[in-house]
């Protein structure tokens, strides 16, 4: 769409418009996911620190579990972004992020002294942690700039998290080659820097629902597969044909321009916008303004009166208080009377929740189960007798199968609800029921199982964290939305620890023992345990198949008390609310347009007067505060 600018001054005021705008936050989320899933390249570091520090496996599932469940217990983030502005939490997250993986590097590379297993892992914990406050900062203010496109915009943005393993990957072999020990250099300082760099572009802002919101989300989407697309091939080229460092660079090059490919997505949108308004302010004469003035509403006044009244203890006649006037007991009360679904829950009646408590249940059979084998690659392909190459194959496709879960789950559930009114909870449902298929294929360890083994648990990982997300803001609202998002992901490393530490590396490093006392061997102090064989982790991925099963029957009784829920209109109220700030053209009797702007409470009386396109081109209004 072609605009002329009458000058570099209308074209700098352009461009601060497109940097203002609800979409320029996207794409600057989707740089930050792209960058913010080290915590899926464990595989790719963990044999370093089992052999430069004489690790077992238990001990190494530890540190693994350490890094799950400071990559999932965001509560602390998502309390930081209640009560701060998204750049609080941004630096935050940056500072951490360097200091955990600052010092892993220093650990393994020997620069320091060999640190306590306790010291490692406490350096993963706050390193994986670290993702949370970007994560959960740039997520949550996206969905709550599009919430009726929530289910799109959290496939599209958790996608890229899991793809961004593989985007790391490329560029870490760009600037480092194949040094392995620099790779946790390198997630050290790039995730703080993209971070820093939009310190100040994250942020939620209010503004009414474009009708053509999910069709600018499927262009972020091409763009996404695209990257997912080229990375895919050059995975195959770089297995078949060894990469030196200039054709790594050219591949990381490719890699880039793509996802900056996002940017002509923004561009364009705001484009229609600029365009519409300039034409408003050019013929003013072809649009009547008609404004509310700043501070007057057409709701009634509140009469408080009536509602305080209620509020003040009463007593009986020998002086105590009625029992359902206590205070105490009006906070007990309130906390397990929850509102009607949909509304906003806070964050005790969240806990308290029947529905949030089956949700946790499922998930964490389900996706502790599939993060168990995502940790566990490294060691699966190595007992299996897999070659070194094979290995990063198999982590590079839970990357990219990861991301498609996760894009795929959100896209499609968001279409088969709009248009068929198909329930969230029984697409998960049906995607845990398929992830025991994968686990399976890895107890029996059937010959080259673990490709596809590999491409079921990415992406049935990723389809269920991007329904748990959307799921838990359908249910429970949005209101606290940063702090119940990071409840849910807690179910992931309570399951991994469970499934992960307490099983499969107890079992690994007993099978291990057999085989050293079959073979006459005694296990040296600090000596490596290694398994070889199928019968490494049959005995455990069978026990996370029942398991996994489980959770699909306890997800299909979500099923059944939502299904009410789900046939209403859950997005009503939000098109309702963005009536409130929507700017609407109409024509007139005289062929001019009529321009009626509704007063928000959230824009101040110094904004700057915007004005909408018209149904036919569908801008978004932008006001800022």
């Known amino acids: 769409m072609a605009l002329k600018f009458d000058s570099w001054q209308e074209l700098r005021l352009f461009a601060l418009h497109v940097f203002a705008s609800r979409w320029f936050t996207v794409f600057a989320t989707l740089l930050i996911m792209s960058v913010n899933g080290s915590g899926y390249m464990f595989g790719l570091y963990s044999n370093n620190i089992k052999s430069s520090l004489g690790y077992d496996q238990s001990t190494l599932n530890l ?42 590097w220093m650990s393994i590379a020997g620069h320091v002294a060999k640190p306590h297993v306790w010291q490692m892992c406490l350096y993963i914990c706050i390193a994986a942690n670290s993702l949370s406050f970007p994560n959960t900062t740039a997520l949550v203010a996206c969905v709550k700039n599009f919430p009726g496109s929530r289910g799109s915009v959290i496939g599209l943005l958790k996608g890229l998290i899991g793809l961004s393993g593989a985007i790391l990957t490329q560029l870490y072999h760009a600037i480092y080659g194949d040094d392995s020990e620099a790779l946790v ?61 200039l054709q790594y660079a050219a591949s990381a090059s490719v890699v880039l321009v793509l996802l900056f490919l996002s940017l002509y997505v923004v561009v364009k949108e705001e484009l229609k916008s600029w365009k519409h308004k300039k034409q408003a302010l050019e013929d003013p004469s072809k649009f009547t303004l008609v404004t509310e003035k700043p501070g007057v509403s057409s709701e009634p006044p509140l009469d408080i009166s009536e509602n305080t009244a209620t509020l003040e203890p009463q007593l009986t006649t020998d002086g105590a208080f009625t029992s359902s006037q206590r205070p105490y007991l009006s906070w007990l009360k ?66 990219i199968w990861n ?42 360890a059937v010959p080259h199982s ?128 963005g009536s409130l700030v929507e700017t609407e053209i109409a024509p007139t009797g005289n062929g001019n347009r009529t321009v009626e702007i509704a007063n928000n409470a959230a824009v101040s009386t110094s904004s700057t007067l915007t004005v909408a396109a018209s149904p036919e081109t569908q801008p978004p209004t932008n006001k800022k505060s």
């Open 63 to 104: 540190i693994s579990f350490f890094k799950d469940l400071g990559g999932n217990l965001g509560v602390f983030a998502g309390l930081i972004n209640e009560v701060s502005s998204p750049w609080v939490a941004l630096l935050i997250g940056a500072a951490m992020n360097f200091f955990g993986y600052f010092m892993i």
């Open 185 to 245: 250099l390198f997630i050290a300082w790039l995730p703080a820097a993209v971070s820093l760099v939009f310190l100040q572009t994250i942020r939620v802002m209010k503004s009414a629902r474009q009708p053509n919101e999910l069709r600018v989300f499927c262009n972020f989407l091409y763009v996404s597969l695209g990257v997912a697309a080229s990375i895919m091939t050059l995975i195959v080229i770089q297995n078949r044909i060894s990469f030196n460092r």
């Open 334 to 399: 309130k906390i397990f009377k929850a509102p009607d679904r949909g509304e906003d829950y806070t964050i005790l009646q969240t806990a308290f929740s029947i529905d949030m408590l089956i949700l946790f249940i499922a998930t964490t059979c389900s996706a502790g189960g599939a993060l168990t084998a995502i940790n566990n690659l490294g060691q699966l392909g190595s007992s299996l007798g897999y070659p070194s190459h094979s290995i990063a194959t198999f982590i590079s496709l839970v990357s």
């Open 403 to 444: 991301f498609l879960g996760r894009v795929t789950a959100g896209f499609a559930s968001e279409i088969l609800l709009t248009k068929y009114n198909f329930p969230r909870p029984s697409m998960l449902t049906v995607v845990i029921l398929l992830s025991s298929s994968g686990h399976l294929l890895i107890a029996f």
């Open 450 to 577: 673990l490709y596809f083994a590999s491409v079921i648990m990415g992406f049935c990982y990723g389809a269920q964290l991007s329904l748990l997300f959307t799921i838990i803001s359908e249910l429970f609202g949005l209101k606290y939305y940063s702090t119940l998002y990071n409840v849910g992901a807690l179910s992931s490393p309570l399951g991994s620890f469970i499934f992960n530490v307490k099983l499969a590396g107890h079992l690994y490093d007993r099978e291990a023992l057999k085989q050293m006392e079959a073979l006459g061997l005694v296990r040296k102090p600090g000596q490596e345990l290694t398994c070889n064989g199928g019968r490494c982790y049959r005995t455990a991925f069978m026990v996370i198949t029942a398991v996994t099963l489980f959770g699909c029957i306890i997800s299909f009784i979500l099923v059944l008390r939502t299904r009410r829920f789900y046939e209403s209109d859950i997005y009503k109220k939000f098109r309702e609310e």
